[in-house]
C-alpha cells in the first residue's frame, strides 16, 4: 500500500458502500419533496405539480411507486421511457394505466406486431387501441379470433364498405353493432336495414339515417313493425305520418304515428274509429275539439280511451255528468280532476262511494267550508289528508293537526298550520315521530323552539326541539349542561363554535357524545390530547384519523391498544 494512502474497508451490510447506495436509491423521493407541490400532503396539489413535471426519473418513480392512482396516471401520461411504458401497457393491473401507457408507446410497428400476435386477447385488445395503420386495423377487424379484438379494431376502422361488410357478417352482435356506430354512408346503411337479418341492427342502422326518401319508403313499406314505428321519429311529412296512423297492420306502428300527429281531423277519426283501444287512447290524448272528446267520454267501450278523452275536456256540464255519473271509478276521479264547478266538487267530495274519486274532488276544492267537512269528516284517511293540505282555516286545522287518528292527516294539517302555540303542542304530545319533527321545523319563533329546548322535562321533546335551534349560545349551554346525552348529541350536531366543541370533545361523561364533538373538531392539539388521553378507544381511534402531526402518529404507531396503532397507521398512509 503506498504511503498516504488508507485501504476503505467495507464495514458490514451498514458499510460506506451500502450506505452510499441507500442514499442513491433514495435520491429520487429526496428530489421529489423539493419540486414544488409534489412534497404536499395534498393529493390535488401533488396532481397538479405531476401534470407539468418533466423529470423523467421522477415520472418512473410515481407511475411505478405512487399509491394514488389519478398521480400514477399522470405520471404515465408525461413518461417517454418506452422500455418502461411497454412494461407498464402489459403487466399493470389498472387498465387505465395500460391504456395510457399503450398511448404514449412511439413504435406504432411493435404495438402492431403484438395486436397481431401476442396470445392473451386481453393484450391484443387493449393493444389494438393503439393501431393506427388501417391495413393492420382491417386484419384485426376481420380476422382476429377473439370478437373483444374484433370489436376494438371496428371502433378504429374507417373505410365504410369494410364496416357494412362486418356489419352484416361478423358472427358476434357486439361487433356488428360496433360497425353499425362507425357507419355513417346513407347508401350502406340503408342495405342493411333493407337486407339485414338481424333485428336489432335493422333498427340501429334505420335510427342513423337521415335520408327523408328512404325513411319514408321504409316507413311505409317495411316489414318490420319497429323499423317503421322507429320513422315516426324522423319523418316530417304529415301525408305520411296521417298515411301511418290510419293505415299501419301494426297497432303499436300506429299508436307510435298517431302520437307525432297534429292533424285534428285525423286524430279525430283515429280516436273514434281505430279498433285497437291502444291507438284510440293515443289518439284521444292529443284531440282538442270538444264535441269529439265528448263523444269519446261518453261512448267509447274501453274506460282508458274514455279517461285518456277527458283529460282534455274543459266542458263543464260533460264533466260534471261524468264524474257524478259515470260507473268506471277512474273515469269519474279524471273528471272530478277537470273540474272548476265548487258545488259540483262539493257534492263528489262529499258522496262518491271511491276514496280516491273523492279525494281527487277534494284536491280541486276552493271554499273552506267544503274543505273542512271532508277534512274532519270523511271516513277515508286519504280524502281528509287532500283536504287538509288546502285548508287555511287556523282553528279546523289545529282540532286536525291535534286530533285527526291518522298521522299522516295530522302531517297535512302541521304543514298549514301558523299557530305557534299549537305546533309547540303537535311538537310534544304527538305520537309519531315525523308529525313531531314537522311541528318542530314549521315553528318560527326561535324564543319558544328554545324554551323548550331547554325545560322540557322529557328528554325525547328536548332532543327534538334542540335540532331547530339557531342560537349557537342557547346550543352552547345545552350541548355542556344538558343532563341527557342524547340532547347533548344532538346540539353538538348544530354547534360550530371551536372552543365550546373542545370543552364537549373532551370532558362530556358519554363517548358518543364526545365522538359527535371531535367529528367537527379542527384543533389539532385538542385532536392529539384526545388521541393520547380518552378512556375510550374508539374516541381515540377516531381522533387519531384525524391528527396531521405525523411524528406523533409515529409514536402512536407503538400505542399498547392494536387499534389505536393500526388507526395511525392507517393515517399515515392517507398521508403519505
Given at each position: 500500500?503506498?504511503?498516504?494512502?488508507?485501504?476503505?474497508?467495507?464495514?458490514?451490510?451498514?458499510?460506506?458502500?451500502?450506505?452510499?447506495?441507500?442514499?442513491?436509491?433514495?435520491?429520487?423521493?429526496?428530489?421529489?419533496?423539493?419540486?414544488s407541490?409534489?412534497?404536499?400532503?395534498?393529493p390535488?396539489?401533488?396532481?397538479?405539480?405531476?401534470?407539468?413535471?418533466?423529470?423523467?426519473?421522477?415520472?418512473?418513480?410515481?407511475?411505478?411507486?405512487?399509491?394514488?392512482?389519478?398521480?400514477?396516471?399522470a405520471?404515465?401520461?408525461?413518461?417517454?421511457?418506452?422500455?418502461?411504458?411497454?412494461?407498464?401497457?402489459?403487466?399493470?393491473?389498472?387498465?387505465s394505466?395500460?391504456?395510457?401507457?399503450?398511448?404514449?408507446?412511439?413504435?406504432?410497428?411493435?404495438?402492431?406486431?403484438?395486436?397481431?400476435?401476442?396470445?392473451d386477447?386481453?393484450v391484443?385488445?387493449?393493444?389494438?387501441?393503439?393501431?393506427?395503420?388501417?391495413?393492420v386495423?382491417?386484419?384485426?377487424?376481420?380476422?382476429?379470433?377473439?370478437?373483444?379484438?374484433?370489436e376494438?379494431?371496428?371502433?378504429?376502422?374507417?373505410?365504410?364498405?369494410?364496416?357494412?361488410?362486418?356489419?352484416?357478417?361478423?358472427?358476434e352482435?357486439?361487433?356488428?353493432?360496433?360497425?353499425?356506430?362507425?357507419?355513417?354512408?346513407?347508401?350502406?346503411l340503408?342495405?342493411?336495414?333493407?337486407?339485414?337479418?338481424?333485428?336489432?341492427?335493422?333498427?340501429?342502422?334505420?335510427?342513423?339515417?337521415?335520408?327523408?326518401?328512404?325513411?319514408?319508403?321504409?316507413?311505409?313499406?317495411?316489414?318490420?313493425?319497429?323499423?317503421?314505428?322507429?320513422?315516426?321519429?324522423?319523418?316530417?311529412?304529415?301525408?305520411?305520418?296521417?298515411c301511418?296512423?290510419?293505415?299501419?297492420?301494426?297497432?303499436?306502428?300506429?299508436s307510435?304515428?298517431?302520437?307525432?300527429?297534429?292533424?285534428?281531423?285525423?286524430?279525430?277519426?283515429?280516436?273514434?274509429?281505430?279498433?285497437?283501444?291502444?291507438?284510440?287512447?293515443?289518439?284521444?290524448?292529443?284531440?282538442?275539439?270538444q264535441?269529439v272528446?265528448?263523444?269519446?267520454?261518453?261512448?267509447?267501450?274501453?274506460?282508458?280511451?274514455r279517461?285518456?278523452?277527458?283529460?282534455?275536456?274543459?266542458?263543464?256540464?260533460?264533466?260534471?255528468?261524468?264524474?257524478?255519473?259515470?260507473?268506471?271509478?277512474?273515469?269519474r276521479?279524471?273528471?272530478?280532476?277537470?273540474?272548476?264547478?265548487?258545488?259540483?266538487?262539493a257534492?263528489?267530495?262529499?258522496?262518491?262511494?271511491d276514496?280516491?274519486?273523492?279525494?281527487?274532488?277534494?284536491?280541486?276544492?276552493?271554499?273552506?267550508?267544503?274543505?273542512?267537512k271532508?277534512?274532519?269528516?270523511?271516513?277515508?284517511?286519504?280524502?281528509?289528508?287532500?283536504?287538509?293540505?288546502?285548508?287555511?282555516?287556523?282553528?279546523?286545522?289545529?282540532?286536525?293537526?291535534?286530533?285527526?287518528?291518522?298521522a299522516?292527516?295530522?302531517e297535512?294539517?302541521?304543514?298549514?298550520?301558523?299557530?305557534?302555540?299549537?305546533?309547540?303542542?303537535?311538537?310534544s304530545?304527538?305520537?309519531?315521530?315525523?308529525?313531531?319533527?314537522?311541528?318542530?321545523?314549521?315553528?318560527t319563533?326561535?324564543?319558544?323552539?328554545?324554551?323548550?329546548?331547554?325545560?322540557?322535562?322529557?328528554?325525547?321533546?328536548?332532543?327534538?326541539?334542540?335540532?331547530?335551534v339557531?342560537?349557537?349560545?342557547v346550543l352552547?349551554?345545552?350541548?355542556?349542561?344538558?343532563?341527557?346525552?342524547?340532547?347533548?348529541?344532538?346540539?353538538?350536531?348544530?354547534?360550530?363554535?371551536?372552543?365550546?366543541?373542545?370543552?364537549?370533545?373532551?370532558?362530556?361523561?358519554?363517548?358518543?357524545?364526545?365522538?359527535?364533538?371531535?367529528?367537527?373538531?379542527?384543533?389539532?392539539?385538542?385532536?392529539?390530547?384526545?388521541?393520547?388521553?380518552?378512556?375510550?378507544?374508539?374516541?381515540?381511534?377516531?381522533?387519531?384519523?384525524?391528527l396531521e402531526?405525523?411524528?406523533?402518529?409515529?409514536?402512536?404507531?407503538?400505542?399498547?391498544?392494536?387499534?389505536?396503532?393500526?388507526a395511525?397507521?392507517?393515517?399515515?398512509?392517507?398521508?403519505?
Amino acid at each position: 500500500m503506498q504511503r498516504g494512502t488508507r485501504e476503505v474497508r467495507p464495514r458490514g451490510r451498514h458499510g460506506a458502500t451500502a450506505a452510499v447506495v441507500a442514499i442513491a436509491a433514495a435520491l429520487p423521493l429526496a428530489l421529489a419533496a423539493c419540486v414544488s407541490g409534489l412534497g404536499s400532503d395534498d393529493p390535488k396539489v401533488r396532481l397538479a405539480a405531476v401534470e407539468t413535471l418533466n423529470d423523467q426519473a421522477l415520472l418512473a418513480k410515481l407511475a411505478t411507486h405512487e399509491k394514488d392512482g389519478d398521480i400514477r396516471l399522470a405520471a404515465v401520461g408525461r413518461l417517454t421511457d418506452q422500455a418502461l411504458l411497454l412494461r407498464l401497457a402489459r403487466e399493470d393491473e389498472d387498465v387505465s394505466i395500460r391504456r395510457t401507457a399503450v398511448g404514449r408507446l412511439t413504435d406504432h410497428a411493435m404495438v402492431a406486431r403484438i395486436a397481431m400476435q401476442d396470445g392473451d386477447w386481453q393484450v391484443r385488445a387493449l393493444f389494438t387501441l393503439g393501431v393506427a395503420d388501417q391495413a393492420v386495423l382491417t386484419k384485426l377487424a376481420t380476422e382476429d379470433l377473439d370478437w373483444h379484438v374484433r370489436e376494438a379494431a371496428v371502433a378504429q376502422v374507417s373505410d365504410q364498405e369494410l364496416l357494412a361488410r362486418v356489419a352484416t357478417d361478423d358472427k358476434e352482435e357486439w361487433v356488428r353493432e360496433a360497425a353499425v356506430g362507425r357507419l355513417t354512408d346513407e347508401t350502406l346503411l340503408a342495405q342493411i336495414v333493407i337486407r339485414g337479418m338481424d333485428h336489432d341492427l335493422r333498427v340501429a342502422a334505420f335510427l342513423k339515417l337521415s335520408d327523408q326518401g328512404v325513411i319514408e319508403e321504409l316507413a311505409s313499406e317495411d316489414s318490420d313493425p319497429e323499423v317503421r314505428g322507429a320513422a315516426v321519429g324522423k319523418l316530417t311529412d304529415p301525408g305520411l305520418l296521417a298515411c301511418g296512423a290510419t293505415r299501419d297492420p301494426d297497432p303499436l306502428a300506429r299508436s307510435m304515428f298517431t302520437l307525432r300527429l297534429a292533424d285534428q281531423a285525423v286524430l279525430a277519426r283515429v280516436a273514434t274509429e281505430d279498433t285497437d283501444a291502444r291507438v284510440r287512447t293515443a289518439a284521444a290524448g292529443r284531440v282538442t275539439d270538444q264535441a269529439v272528446l265528448e263523444e269519446i267520454a261518453t261512448g267509447d267501450g274501453d274506460d282508458t280511451v274514455r279517461s285518456a278523452a277527458v283529460g282534455n275536456l274543459t266542458d263543464e256540464p260533460v264533466l260534471e255528468l261524468l264524474a257524478t255519473g259515470a260507473t268506471d271509478t277512474a273515469l269519474r276521479k279524471a273528471a272530478a280532476g277537470r273540474l272548476t264547478d265548487q258545488a259540483v266538487l262539493a257534492e263528489v267530495a262529499a258522496e262518491d262511494s271511491d276514496p280516491l274519486v273523492r279525494s281527487a274532488a277534494s284536491a280541486r276544492l276552493a271554499e273552506e267550508a267544503a274543505l273542512a267537512k271532508a277534512a274532519t269528516g270523511d271516513k277515508d284517511w286519504q280524502v281528509r289528508a287532500a283536504s287538509a293540505a288546502k285548508l287555511a282555516d287556523q282553528t279546523v286545522l289545529a282540532t286536525i293537526a291535534t286530533a285527526d287518528s291518522n298521522a299522516r292527516v295530522r302531517e297535512a294539517a302541521v304543514q298549514r298550520l301558523a299557530d305557534q302555540s299549537v305546533l309547540v303542542k303537535v311538537a310534544s304530545d304527538d305520537e309519531d315521530e315525523a308529525v313531531r319533527r314537522l311541528a318542530v321545523a314549521m315553528l318560527t319563533d326561535q324564543a319558544i323552539v328554545a324554551r323548550v329546548a331547554r325545560n322540557d322535562p322529557r328528554w325525547e321533546v328536548r332532543a327534538t326541539f334542540v335540532l331547530e335551534v339557531t342560537d349557537q349560545a342557547v346550543l352552547a349551554g345545552i350541548a355542556t349542561r344538558d343532563e341527557d346525552w342524547h340532547v347533548r348529541e344532538a346540539a353538538v350536531s348544530k354547534l360550530t363554535g371551536q372552543d365550546v366543541l373542545a370543552t364537549v370533545a373532551t370532558d362530556d361523561k358519554e363517548k358518543w357524545v364526545r365522538q359527535a364533538a371531535l367529528d367537527k373538531l379542527r384543533d389539532q392539539a385538542v385532536l392529539a390530547r384526545i388521541a393520547t388521553t380518552d378512556a375510550d378507544l374508539d374516541v381515540r381511534c377516531a381522533a387519531v384519523a384525524k391528527l396531521e402531526d405525523k411524528t406523533l402518529l409515529t409514536r402512536l404507531t407503538k400505542d399498547a391498544s392494536d387499534a389505536v396503532r393500526d388507526a395511525a397507521k392507517k393515517r399515515l398512509a392517507a398521508l403519505h
